[in-house]
C-alpha cells in the first residue's frame, strides 16, 4: 500500500552506521527529514549527502533530525562518509539506515514487494530509491518529493518547504508559490474578513478567494 500525505510512517527498526533503533523513537518530538540514495559511493548522491552535511546548522535551527537511507550495509555506509566529507569539507553527523534487506525502501513505497537485489547490481537496480520525506513530530507523513539518478536535489528548496510546513503548522495558514519566510501568507477560506483582519491588522484581497496577510512579529 503507497505511503500518502499525512499516512503515519511505518514505525521500523533500522540498522544504520549509529546503530539500531526505532524510526518513531528516533523522530521523537522532532521534525524529520529522510532522504533515500539507491547505492552508496555515487557521483549525485554523494554531492547530496554533501549538502545536507553542510546544512547541519541550519536544520537544527529548525528542531528537525536528517537520516539518510542508501541500498548497502553498515560498513560500506562508514567508508562512504569519508567521501562524504571530503566533498561536504565537514562532517556528516547524521546517520544513514542500511537498507540491503529492502525494508525501508518497500514500506515507503519507492520499491515494489517483489523488489530485490540481484548479485553485481547496479543503482539502476533500485533508481526508485531518490525520495525526500518530511515527518512531522506526530510521525505523520507532511511532504515527499522524489528525483531520477540523474538530477542532483535542492536541499535549499527542502529547507523553504520545510519552513513552509512549519509555519502553516504553527500559524494555521497556508503558503503561496515561492513562498519564503517574512513574506505574505494566504489566509484560509474558512476565516472571515472580520476575524482575519483582527488577527492579523489587515488582509490584501486579491480575489474573492484569496487574501493575503502578514505574520504578526
Same mark, same amino acid.
Given at each position: 500500500?503507497?505511503?500518502?500525505?499525512?499516512?503515519?510512517?511505518?514505525?521500523?527498526?533500522?540498522?544504520?552506521? *549509529?546503530?539500531?533503533?526505532?524510526?518513531?523513537?528516533?523522530?521523537?518530538?522532532?521534525?524529520?527529514?529522510?532522504?533515500?540514495?539507491?547505492?552508496?559511493?555515487?557521483?549525485?548522491?554523494?554531492?547530496?549527502?554533501?549538502?545536507?552535511? *553542510?546544512?547541519?546548522?541550519?536544520?537544527?535551527?529548525?528542531?528537525?533530525?536528517?537520516?539518510?537511507?542508501?541500498?548497502?550495509?553498515?560498513?560500506?555506509?562508514?567508508?562512504?562518509?569519508?567521501?562524504?566529507?571530503?566533498?561536504?569539507?565537514?562532517?556528516?553527523?547524521?546517520?544513514?539506515?542500511?537498507?540491503?534487506?529492502?525494508?525501508?525502501?518497500?514500506?515507503?513505497?519507492?520499491?515494489?514487494?517483489?523488489?530485490?537485489?540481484?548479485?553485481?547490481?547496479?543503482?539502476?537496480?533500485?533508481?526508485?530509491?531518490?525520495?525526500?520525506?518530511?515527518?512531522?513530530?506526530?510521525?505523520?507523513?507532511?511532504?515527499?518529493?522524489?528525483?531520477?539518478?540523474?538530477?542532483?536535489?535542492?536541499?535549499?528548496?527542502?529547507?523553504?518547504?520545510?519552513?513552509?510546513? *512549519?509555519?502553516?503548522?504553527?500559524?494555521?495558514?497556508?503558503?503561496?508559490?515561492?513562498?519564503?519566510?517574512? *513574506?505574505?501568507?494566504?489566509?484560509?477560506?474558512?476565516?472571515?474578513?472580520?476575524?482575519?483582519?483582527?488577527?492579523?491588522?489587515?488582509?490584501?484581497?486579491?480575489?474573492?478567494?484569496?487574501?493575503?496577510?502578514?505574520?504578526?512579529?
Amino acid at each position: 500500500m503507497s505511503l500518502r500525505i499525512n499516512d503515519t510512517i511505518p514505525d521500523l527498526t533500522v540498522t544504520t552506521d *549509529q546503530g539500531e533503533f526505532s524510526l518513531h523513537e528516533w523522530i521523537g518530538d522532532s521534525w524529520a527529514v529522510l532522504f533515500s540514495h539507491p547505492k552508496d559511493f555515487t557521483p549525485v548522491c554523494t554531492t547530496e549527502f554533501g549538502a545536507v552535511a *553542510q546544512l547541519s546548522d541550519e536544520w537544527e535551527a529548525r528542531g528537525t533530525k536528517v537520516i539518510g537511507v542508501s541500498v548497502d550495509g553498515v560498513e560500506d555506509h562508514k567508508k562512504w562518509k569519508g567521501d562524504i566529507e571530503v566533498v561536504a569539507g565537514r562532517p556528516a553527523g547524521f546517520p544513514i539506515i542500511a537498507d540491503d534487506g529492502l525494508e525501508v525502501s518497500k514500506a515507503f513505497d519507492m520499491l515494489p514487494a517483489e523488489a530485490y537485489l540481484p548479485d553485481g547490481r547496479t543503482p539502476a537496480d533500485s533508481a526508485t530509491v531518490r525520495s525526500v520525506f518530511i515527518i512531522g513530530p506526530d510521525k505523520k507523513l507532511k511532504l515527499s518529493m522524489t528525483y531520477p539518478m540523474t538530477v542532483g536535489r535542492n536541499f535549499a528548496e527542502v529547507l523553504r518547504a520545510l519552513d513552509a510546513l *512549519q509555519t502553516s503548522t504553527k500559524e494555521g495558514v497556508a503558503t503561496p508559490a515561492n513562498w519564503a519566510p517574512g *513574506q505574505d501568507v494566504i489566509v484560509p477560506v474558512a476565516v472571515s474578513d472580520d476575524d482575519a483582519i483582527a488577527k492579523y491588522g489587515s488582509i490584501d484581497t486579491v480575489l474573492p478567494y484569496l487574501r493575503k496577510a502578514k505574520l504578526p512579529a
